[in-house]
């Protein structure tokens, strides 16, 4: 049983556009939830967190959203760019435990 | 990211070999998680491990895998008698701390084949 899903394997975004990469749990015991940006061959690299008791953290193009109600967070990136183009990964833990993390969404920013 | 140190950073074993993966954290850093991604997949969890002691193993099959992080050296994950199956990506994370809002840190991934 998945506890974090991705449910948009692909996306596809026009340079300069807005990326919205979404991810839902189902374990309310999670309060701590990350994103990560994985290039091939290479490890995944932290992006940004946001903890349960907010609903919003900002990093310069980067926005992470949390709807605790929905079990719901999402990543905005403004404005796209190719660089961007990598596989994210939506992970969630708490106190004391693991992370966990969703499969993945491959985004591609396109020229 | 280049702080957590794997190595080595590709690996090719025969079916039947024993494979061992190395990790180092990041310097203060005293929490070590193994995850494997097989190819088009995500990251599965497999261990986390505190200095000597296993914290959670939910993830590791329960044969053949096993995982230490002793006082002094790395973090080693070793398999024995590999299978074509344990081909994949293992990464290593470590953070430094265990509790609330913290964040993990990634090594470069050990690929291993297994022919």
């Known amino acids: 049983d998945q506890q974090v899903k991705q449910n948009s394997p692909s996306l596809s975004v026009q340079e300069g556009r807005i990326s919205i990469l979404n991810c839902d749990y189902t374990?309310?015991?999670?309060?701590?939830f990350l994103w990560y940006k994985k290039y091939p061959a290479e490890g995944p690299t932290f992006l940004i967190s946001?903890?349960?008791?907010?609903d919003k953290n900002e990093d310069g193009r980067f926005t992470v959203f949390l709807n605790k109600s929905a079990k719901h967070l999402s990543l905005h990136i403004v404005p796209s760019q190719p660089g961007d183009s990598a596989v994210y990964f939506c992970?969630?833990?708490?106190?004391?435990?693991?992370?966990?993390f969703g499969p993945g969404t491959r985004l591609s920013v396109l020229p | 990211n280049a702080g957590v140190m794997q190595n080595p950073r590709h690996l090719v074993r025969r079916r039947g070999q024993e494979a061992r993966l190395r990790c180092s954290p990041m310097?203060?850093?005293?929490?070590v998680y193994w995850y494997r991604q097989l190819p088009e997949e995500g990251l599965k969890f497999m261990v986390y491990?505190?200095?000597?002691?296993?914290?959670?193993e939910s993830g590791m099959p329960k044969e053949r895998f096993s995982a230490e992080f002793p006082k002094e050296g790395p973090s080693i994950l070793r398999i024995q008698q590999v299978v074509r199956g344990d081909s994949a990506a293992y990464f290593c994370a470590s953070s430094p701390r265990q509790g609330r809002n913290t964040e993990a840190f990634f090594g470069q991934g050990t690929r291993l084949t297994v022919v």
């Open positions: 310097k203060g850093h005293s929490h």
């Open positions: 374990n309310s015991m999670f309060d701590y």
């Open positions: 491990l505190q200095k000597e002691n296993i914290i959670d």
């Open positions: 992970a969630a833990n708490y106190d004391g435990q693991n992370f966990v």
């Open positions: 946001i903890s349960s008791i907010k």
